[in-house]
């Protein structure tokens, strides 16, 4: 493990195992983690915390954000926090798909860039995956680093903050072998749109992870319907 005295990494931690993969990196790179985690109505929030606490306990993080956001619930136009919507079952279409939320990922940045500049940490950690977007316009990594730009134009001249997005052009396979080196706890983490007992298997994240898994060659921990 690296030595960086003093150094802090916010980690936007969803729970999931991009997000956590992204913050044992981080550790594994020798950074004191702060977790940030946000709670906005989703369909599997209750998993998805507990998740992340039981990550933070993986990782020792001793300092952790809950954010409550009502916001999204309020805005629905998304499958996640809107449960009029269905969930597609069907396998990943092009475009953008009815499980995007919209600009979620740029309010998550913004407050982690507000989080950041109070903790004086000099990165933020966030698990976008360009595969995993599924048209998702807030993960591609051309987004993220005009993020960056827009985080250190508006803090204090001595707050110079990197997003760090280490899995961004990573397949899935790759990173659950990525996952396995690191000793990552898989099996702590969710990635299941609609259920928070038993994973649907074939929702587009599921599919995803399951895809990865297979390819790999290892079988994922978590229970499926």
């Known amino acids: 493990m690296k030595n960086i005295k003093n150094k802090k990494a916010v980690c936007i931690m969803s729970g999931g195992m991009d997000s956590t993969l992204s913050a044992y990196m981080m550790k594994n790179d020798g950074y004191e983690i702060i977790g940030v985690h946000f709670n906005y109505d989703q369909r599997t929030q209750k998993k998805e915390l507990e998740c992340f606490y039981q990550i ?128 990552v706890p898989l099996k702590h983490t969710w990635s299941c749109y609609k259920n928070e007992d038993k994973a649907c298997g074939v929702c587009d994240s599921c599919r995803l992870r399951l895809n990865g898994f297979n390819q790999a060659g290892v079988k994922d921990p978590i229970h499926y319907e």
């Open 56 to 183: 933070c306990n993986d990782l020792d993080v001793k300092e952790k954000y809950v954010l409550d956001l009502n916001f999204f619930k309020q805005l629905g136009a998304s499958a996640l926090t809107d449960k009029s919507i269905e969930v597609p079952t069907g396998g990943i279409k092009e475009g953008v798909p009815v499980t995007y939320v919209p600009f979620r990922n740029g309010i998550f940045l913004s407050m982690a860039g507000a989080i950041a500049e109070k903790e004086g940490a000099s990165v933020i950690s966030i698990g976008v995956v360009e595969e995993d977007s599924s048209g998702y316009p807030d993960c591609r990594e051309s987004y993220i680093k005009s993020m960056q730009e827009s985080i250190n134009l508006g803090t204090k001249d001595e707050t110079n903050i990197t997003i760090s997005m280490p899995l961004v052009s990573l397949k899935k396979s790759q990173i659950v072998q990525k996952a396995l080196e690191l000793e």
